[in-house]
C-alpha cells in the first residue's frame, strides 16, 4: 500500500542554524509534493510545490528537493527562528488527480 | 473574514448520536475536502468532492456520509457517533496545485 513516512521525533534545533526535515514514501509515483506547515491547534497552511521533473525549488528561507529515484524529498529551511517552530507536512499528489496523501509531519523546535 | 470556516469548532456529543459537522468556503474553489487528523495517523481523507454533482469516497469513508449543498458549502455526516470517531476534522478546498489546499480551523469532536 501507498505509504508516506516522515520522521516522528520532534527535531530540536538552535536558531541561525538550517532546519532538514525528511519525507519518504513507497509504492507511490507522485507527480507533485507539497509541504505544508501546521501550527498546534490550526489547519495546515501551504507552503511550496515541486514537481517529479524539478529537483529543486526555492522560496525565501525555504528550499525543497525531490529525488523520485530515492522517492524522498528533503526540506530545509535555512537561518531558522524560534518562529518556524511547528509541525511540517509533506503531501504526495498523483498526476493531477487532485487526491492527496499525507504523512504524519514532523514537529520542529528553533531554540533561541 | 476567513476564507474556509467550520462549525462547530468543538463538539462534544454521545455514542450513537447523529452529527453534522459543516464547512464553508469564500474562494470559490470547485474541488472541497474532509480530512481526520489523529495522533500519529496524520492528515487522512474521507470524502472529497469536485464540484456538486462530483463526491467521492476517500480512504477512510466508512460511518460517514456528505452532502454537498451548493459549490460553498460541504457537510460531513456521522449518522451513529462512536467513540474512534473522536478527532480533529479539517475541511480543505482546492483550485490550482501550484497553491495547494486550504484548510479551515478545524473541528474538535469527542465522542464519549
Known amino acids: 500500500s501507498q505509504k508516506i513516512e516522515q520522521n516522528s521525533e520532534a527535531l530540536n534545533i538552535q536558531e541561525g542554524k538550517t532546519a532538514t526535515l525528511t519525507c519518504n514514501y513507497t509504492n507511490y509515483s507522485p507527480a507533485y509534493l507539497q509541504w505544508y506547515r501546521q501550527d498546534p491547534g490550526r489547519g495546515p497552511v501551504f507552503l511550496l510545490l515541486i514537481r517529479e521533473n524539478e529537483k529543486e525549488k526555492r522560496k525565501e528561507r525555504l528550499k525543497v528537493t525531490f529525488d523520485t529515484t530515492l522517492k524522498q524529498s528533503l526540506f530545509h529551511i535555512t537561518a531558522s527562528q524560534p518562529a518556524d517552530s511547528a509541525t511540517y507536512l509533506c503531501a504526495l499528489e498523483g498526476s493531477g488527480t487532485y487526491k492527496y496523501i499525507f504523512g504524519t509531519g514532523t514537529r520542529l523546535k528553533v531554540l533561541a | 473574514d476567513a476564507d474556509v470556516t467550520q462549525t462547530p469548532r468543538n463538539r462534544i456529543t454521545k455514542t450513537g448520536k447523529r452529527i453534522m459537522l459543516e464547512c464553508s468556503q469564500t474562494?470559490?474553489?470547485?474541488?472541497m475536502y474532509w480530512y481526520r487528523q489523529d495522533p500519529g495517523l496524520g492528515l487522512r481523507l474521507i470524502y472529497y468532492s469536485f464540484d456538486v454533482k462530483d463526491i467521492n469516497k476517500g480512504e477512510i469513508s466508512d460511518g460517514y456520509s456528505v452532502s454537498r449543498q451548493a459549490q460553498a458549502k460541504f457537510s460531513l455526516s456521522l449518522e451513529s457517533a462512536i467513540p474512534n470517531q473522536t478527532a480533529l476534522y479539517f475541511c480543505a478546498t482546492s483550485d490550482l496545485l501550484e497553491v495547494g489546499q486550504f484548510f479551515g480551523p478545524g473541528t474538535r469532536l469527542t465522542v464519549l
Open positions: 474562494k470559490g474553489h470547485d474541488r
